[in-house]
């Protein structure tokens, strides 16, 4: 299949951060007053999903509302995929945990490519698994170097939030693979931030990734700014304003690392960081960064607040941190279409866990619009890498 890559199949991908500081740290997002006024959530509506005792939901790893409304989710214990019809009802599973042909071991992405297309990532295998919807069987599989949690489609290629590691180097940064190709073509070298504090290994490649008209948007989950990859090839760097939601990490290490967590007293490990949850691209060109502040106790840490920031289309004002309503008991996931709101989360009851679906439409009339510091990037010279 042709690519659209933006020049041809000699080019991708920049280095990320094209002009992002050198110094010790990342920069904290600017802090308003608490009382700025940030988009408010209207519930359109709320229901369980289907579940027996064969088709249960432990861990809800993804969220997918696809353009006909069946929802798509998966389960992290078991590797099981799960469609669902737009009011909640059990239509599929397939896949298992495994090795074979069809089987995933470790899920970090789940994407829905039209009606009967899904792109699976699998970064225990380093394999990328072609299903159709349809049946649930195998396309085709496509294995990769390295690791990423996050991708996105843009006409006929595929873009991958990546940390790619070897013996000699590793570098954090952005891939494409033209859609059911056999090839994936690499940035190359490590973000000046990043080499200068071994970033790259402590963020373990957390980019996500959307895109708006003939800007791809990503960000590194620990640090407050969005970047936009232009068609030109230069890197942008958007820095985004706090007002309710909890500073960022001050070294990003902390973020993830468990040497760090171990350091500190029991006390000190009940701490609260915020860190991008997710990113998504809206109508009208604008786009929504979901914080989630994370109490940091445990290996696995858990989500206590969420808050939606509404960019504009020109990515020089914001709307920011409105909460958003989450029980709080599993993974919170995230997804939305148009400009509805779908949130996936758990809820416990008096007999069961439930897995529960919500929507909502964030109500943007009264927010104070704050303008954001869009720093420019200089030209980036093109480089690749095909396996």
């Known amino acids: 299949m042709r690519s659209n890559v933006w020049t041809t199949r000699s080019l991708f991908v920049a280095m990320v951060m094209g002009t992002a500081p050198t110094a010790c740290g990342p920069p904290n997002s600017t802090l308003l007053p608490a009382s700025t006024a940030g988009p408010v959530m209207t519930i359109l509506d709320s229901f369980d999903l289907e579940e027996t005792d064969s088709n249960f939901i432990a861990v809800p790893l993804h969220l997918n509302v696809m353009e006909n409304g069946d929802i798509l989710t998966s389960d992290r214990p078991t590797s099981r995929i799960f469609l669902y019809d ?51 069987d195998v396309i085709k599989t496509v294995p990769y170097q390295g690791h990423f949690n996050n991708a996105a489609v843009k006409g006929d290629s595929i873009y991958l939030g990546l940390l790619r590691s070897t013996k ?21 070298g490590v973000p000046p931030i990043y080499a200068e504090r071994n970033y790259v290994q402590g963020t373990k490649g957390n980019v996500l990734l959307s895109e708006v008209g003939s800007t791809v948007a990503f960000s590194f989950a620990a640090l407050p700014n969005l970047y936009l990859l232009e068609r030109s090839g230069t890197v942008d760097t958007v820095t985004l304003p706090s007002a309710r939601r909890l500073p960022a990490p ?57 808050w939606l920031t509404i960019v504009d289309s020109s990515f020089t004002r914001a709307c920011v941190d409105g909460a958003i309503p989450i029980d709080g008991h599993g993974y919170v996931r995230f997804d939305f279409v148009g400009d509805t709101l779908n949130v996936l989360d758990q809820v416990v009851t008096e007999t069961a866990l439930r897995t529960r679906l919500r929507r909502f439409l964030p109500d943007l009339s009264a927010c104070d619009w704050v303008p954001l510091d869009r720093r420019r990037g200089a030209p980036l010279s093109p480089s690749t890498h095909a396996d």
Not at 278 to 306: H, M, Y
Request: with cysteine; net charge positive; glycine share 8%.
């Open 250 to 306: 001050a070294d990003p290490m902390e973020a993830f690392s468990e040497r760090a967590l171990m350091r500190l007293t029991p006390a000190e490990r009940v701490r609260i960081t915020s860190l991008i949850w997710s990113v998504s691209s809206l109508p009208n060109g604008r786009f929504a960064v979901i914080f989630a502040d994370l109490k940091r106790a445990t290996r696995a840490p858990d989500v206590s607040v969420t």
């Open 168 to 188: 000699e180097s590793g570098f954090t940064g952005l891939a494409v693979t033209p859609l059911l190709g056999d090839s994936i073509y690499y940035s190359q």
């Open 86 to 136: 737009r009011n909640g009802a059990f239509k599929k599973t397939f896949s298992s945990r495994g090795r074979g042909p069809g089987q995933i071991m470790w899920m970090t992405c789940l994407l829905p490519i039209g009606d009967s297309l899904l792109f699976v990532g699998d970064d225990n295998l380093h394999r990328i698994t072609y299903f159709d919807l349809r049946t649930g």
